[in-house]
């Protein structure tokens, strides 16, 4: 796992090494064990490199390297689980190993195939090849988006890197805001793929390998996309064969990210995913797994620490837990500048603590991120198919009943999450799913007149994926649409940059190619029967998940920012965003977020996420400037009042 960047000159300059290591080490978070810079003799490309060191810990492994006469050169983040089958057939065909590390596996595997080897690579990669015999530059993602990879492209020249921080040690990149990413990040509290929050970067997508010539002349290919069958054309399979076809492959795929050179440990949440991964785990291994779990402090619906207990006991675990209290959102300077910009998943906050705390303990974590994306975990997915079914005349009638019953306590309430349902259970199926996960369902009364644009459609950063929805089921719809954004625009980025913050690798499970292939082709009443989501996987390891966790409904890895809001953050959020001064000012209604403000804080509304991505949002204008000038880098916040247990 590392940290990469490099610069390809279309403008006849070589590219400057100083330029080259100030982008590098903007990145020594995600490799501080060891560096590498490498620029071809004819200036013509540099490539950068940090490492963190988890298999073949010797100097061999370092990067970037080089093939046996040095005409092709990588830098590669990521593992591939593959490598030991890949490296037995290039020994075959007479190629020789310096290392025993994956990346070199990646190496003589493109000299064999050129850019096709891609395609054959199983695991998480973001990976940069500079061929030079081809004279070619070749960048490609894998193909759930678990490592990132942008990309800045000028006349004078292509700059990649593993983070957008980078380019601000490059002064050819201007990291200039995109007012148009502006709407998009509130409404999805992100800003989906390829697009950013600055002017010509991009990132590229999962699944997706570019090339670039030395004239700068580009080829892109999507070398991968998930797949589910069309509506009428479900596979015929019995339900015993698919219990026995997941278990199998759940199996395999654990045992297959239980490779590692340092020391490994699972994050376990309490949950059914995580308490899967941990189990197969405590069955794969000689030595107990080592365990870490977050709770909790001023909400109890937010805290599922007992479940992870419970969990950690049945498997005789070596486990540590966490307590999250709300001085935490001190925290959100980090996590901005690791996030490259505003992130309104403030589940973030204790995804960096857990991760902070246990790279004391190991290196790797497996996690259970991915169960709900394959398996159909979340509501939203039970929404999709019901509204299928919910005429329009109810629909609009228990919208009108529900609106004019008492404000629940919480937004996790019953009531609450039927009101959002019911709201949107009318419209058209890509605007449900918009509605349904929207941090601002509408955007008129928030954003200055000149940042509204013409309403349009909802999904259009899924155009590239709309041929392959069609004919498809509700919930194959509402899977592959959560696959290609939710999942590698939100959950795989949070996970990666929080771990990656702390120098510690998280491994995906349930993120398995072979898994994910496998899984949707099944029928949809496996993955989510009657109310039951997770259906099949909850069969398949019925004997390893205790009956209090089968039996709960999922609560998500969520923050009580409504009570924190509500009670010691109260003077915080109101100097904040109450500020005449404020940055936000510029660009949003100020009226309507001080209004917002007051009214989460009185609790006549339940605003705490739209509240946290405002402040996201004013916090990163403060900052920038420093960012762009490089005279302020983030220190590592003082964790030592949290405790574990």
Known sequence: MCGICGELRLDGRAVAERELIAMRDRLAHRGPDSEGVYVAPDGRVGLGFRRLRIIDLSPNGDQPMANEDGSVRIVYNGEIYNFRELRER????????????????????????????????????????????????????????????????????????????????????????DHGAIADYFTYGYVPHPATFYHNVTQLAPGTLMTFDAHGRTSSTRYWRIAFPPADQVRDVSRADAVAGVRERVTRAVERRLISDVPLGAFLSGGVDSTIVVGVMSRLMAEPVKTFSMGFEGDAAYDETEYAREAAARFGTAHTEFRVAPSAVDLIDTLLWHHDGPFADSSAVPTYIVSRLTRQSVTVVLTGDGGDEVFAGYDRFYAAVLAERVPAFAGRAAAALLSALPAPASDRHTLARALRFFRAANRPFDERLAAWTAVFSDLGGLLKLELVSVPGDPLHHLRDDLLAMEGRSALSRALHANFVSYLPDDLLVKTDRCTMANALEARSPFLDRDLIEYVAQLPDDFKLRGRESKSILREAFADLIPASVQRRRKMGFGVPLGAWFRGPLKSYVRDLLLDP?????????????????????????????????????????????????????????????LHAH
């Open 90 to 177: 290039s020994i075959a065909r007479g190629h020789q190993f310096r290392s025993q590390s994956d990346t070199e596996a990646i190496v003589h595997l493109y000299e064999d195939l050129g850019p096709d080897a891609i395609g054959e690579l199983d695991g998480m990669f973001a990976i940069a090849i500079w061929d030079e015999r081809r004279r070619r530059l070749t960048l490609a993602r894998d193909r759930a988006g678990k490592k990132p990879l942008f990309v800045h492209r000028s006349g004078a020249a292509v700059v990649f890197a593993s983070e957008m921080k980078a380019f601000f040690g490059h002064p050819g990149v201007p990291m200039e805001i």
């Open 581 to 641: 001064n404020a940055k936000y000012r510029d660009y949003l209604n100020a009226a309507f977020v001080e209004q917002l403000v007051s009214r989460q804080i009185d609790g006549t509304a339940h605003a705490a996420h739209q509240v946290w991505s405002i402040m996201a949002f004013e916090r990163w204008l403060r900052l920038l400037p420093e960012w762009r000038s490089g005279s302020v880098l983030p220190k590592q916040p003082d964790l030592a009042h």
